[in-house]
């Protein structure tokens, strides 16, 4: 990840609320000096009404001929 090595990232995996919620209240992770990298699983298409509205219109937007 853009140059990080072991000793400067570290890399987190969370697949629900429950660890999401420990992952953020984990002082390891909280105070650590490295860069931290969380890839989050969600359901497919979960995401706050605003985003999806804004990926269509960019969707739209890309489709149009010139």
Same mark, same amino acid.
């Given at each position: !990840?853009?140059?990080? +090595?072991?000793? +400067?990232? @570290? %890399?987190?995996?969370? #697949? %629900? *609320? ?11 992770? %909280? ?10 699983? !969600?359901? *497919?298409?979960? =995401?706050?009404?605003?985003? @999806?509205? +804004? =990926?269509?219109?960019?969707? #739209?937007?890309?489709? @149009?001929?010139e």
């Amino acid at each position: !990840m853009f140059g990080a +090595t072991p000793e +400067t990232a @570290k %890399t987190y995996q969370v #697949k %629900t *609320k429950e660890e999401v919620n420990a992952l953020f209240s984990d002082s390891e992770f %909280t105070d650590s000096d490295k860069l931290r990298f969380v890839e989050l699983y !969600m359901p *497919k298409e979960d =995401a706050p009404l605003a985003l @999806k509205m +804004t =990926a269509e219109a960019s969707a #739209k937007n890309n489709a @149009k001929v010139e």
